[in-house]
């Protein structure tokens, strides 16, 4: 691979992927699809483009004039804002999505997939640069997770797995065997709230990917504002499925952890 694109969103991804990629000696062509997308992806690639995730036409029309035959689609791109007006679909993309039977997350993603196919462009595994990022099993942080705390993260495991297959969500909030919170539209962080808020101190956060998770697009990930989240709503520990979760900003994350007694591990 000497060339490749990359779809970026938001979060710290897309400019680590963008980093492990240079190193390998890959040219990556970036495309920032949101204005959050993180500013620091144009000093990283090879050449920089923003152009809105609803503008397909142009999406296609750049990677295509730039010779790209392969991508990765990296970064937070949350469903909430084909409802918020935010974005501008051209009509292209308002016919696609107007054609979906439903527009859960895979459905969507898949339609992209399948235009990037239909232009003679693969999408290509999503952690193929980064596998590195996703931890063993083990406990990640300085303490250990509680016998409790231990017990609702094999609880919310398998609560989050079920929601993965309904493909609504990938994260769960739980107490005491009880669910708090589940992911859907809003987002993790939101989630991490609202469940830490209802548990009123002491719930524990399950992050695991889709039963039959596709790894070119929505691969779960955590990072340093997940624990911000966890930390400001008194969540107290966080599990994420082992060798199938980005772990991104490590460092961080494990500082933060730390300051607030947060135990996380990779179950």
Same mark, same amino acid.
């Given at each position: 691979?000497?060339?490749? !694109?990359?779809?970026?969103?938001?979060?710290?991804?897309?400019?680590?992927?963008?980093?492990?990629? /240079?190193?390998?000696?890959?040219?990556?062509?970036?495309?920032?699809?949101?204005?959050?997308?993180?500013?620091?992806?144009?000093?990283?690639?090879?050449?920089?483009?923003?152009?809105?995730? !609803?503008?397909?036409? &142009? @999406?296609?029309?750049?990677?295509? $004039?730039?010779?790209?035959?392969?991508?990765?689609?990296?970064?937070?791109?949350?469903?909430?804002?084909?409802?918020?007006?935010?974005?501008?679909?051209?009509?292209?993309?308002?016919?696609?999505?107007?054609?979906?039977?439903?527009?859960?997350?895979?459905?969507?993603?898949?339609?992209?997939?399948?235009?990037?196919?239909?232009?003679?462009?693969?999408?290509?595994?999503?952690?193929?640069?980064?596998?590195?990022?996703?931890?063993?099993?083990?406990?990640?942080?300085?303490? $250990?997770?509680?016998?409790? +705390?231990?017990?609702?993260?094999?609880?919310?495991? #398998? %609560?989050?797995?079920?929601?993965?297959?309904?493909?609504?969500?990938?994260?769960?909030? %739980?107490?005491? &065997?009880?669910?708090?919170?589940?992911?859907?539209?809003?987002?993790?962080?939101?989630?991490?709230? /609202?469940?830490?808020?209802?548990?009123?101190?002491?719930?524990?956060?399950?992050?695991?990917?889709?039963?039959?998770?596709?790894?070119?697009? #929505?691969?779960?990930?955590?990072?340093?504002?997940?624990?911000?989240?966890?930390?400001?709503?008194?969540?107290?520990?966080?599990?994420?499925?082992?060798?199938?979760?980005?772990?991104?900003?490590?460092? $961080?994350?494990?500082?933060?952890?730390? +300051?607030?007694? @947060?135990?996380?591990?990779?179950?």
């Amino acid at each position: 691979m000497e060339k490749i !694109g990359l779809l970026a969103g938001a979060g710290k991804l897309p400019v680590a992927c963008a980093e492990a990629a /240079r190193a390998m000696g890959i040219e990556v062509v970036g495309i920032a699809l949101l204005p959050e997308t993180d500013k620091a992806l144009a000093g990283v690639v090879a050449d920089y483009a923003e152009i809105s995730i !609803g503008h397909i036409d &142009a @999406i296609l029309n750049h990677l295509k $004039e730039k010779g790209v035959r392969k991508v990765t689609m990296i970064g937070k791109v949350t469903k909430e804002i084909l409802f918020s007006g935010r974005i501008q679909p051209d009509a292209r993309m308002l016919q696609l999505i107007l054609s979906l039977p439903n527009r859960n997350d895979d459905t969507i993603m898949m339609m992209f997939v399948r235009e990037l196919a239909n232009a003679g462009i693969e999408a290509v595994d999503q952690t193929a640069l980064i596998r590195p990022l996703m931890p063993a099993k083990g406990t990640i942080s300085k303490r $250990e997770p509680t016998a409790e +705390e231990k017990a609702d993260m094999a609880y919310g495991f #398998d %609560v989050a797995k079920e929601l993965g297959r309904l493909d609504i969500g990938q994260t769960v909030v %739980v107490r005491n &065997a009880a669910v708090m919170a589940l992911e859907a539209i809003e987002g993790t962080d939101a989630c991490i709230r /609202r469940g830490g808020a209802l548990a009123h101190g002491g719930a524990v956060v399950v992050k695991t990917a889709k039963p039959s998770q596709d790894d070119r697009f #929505d691969v779960p990930s955590v990072g340093a504002q997940t624990i911000r989240s966890m930390a400001g709503s008194g969540c107290t520990a966080l599990a994420i499925e082992a060798g199938k979760t980005l772990l991104v900003e490590r460092e $961080e994350v494990l500082k933060l952890a730390a +300051e607030h007694d @947060i135990a996380i591990a990779a179950i």
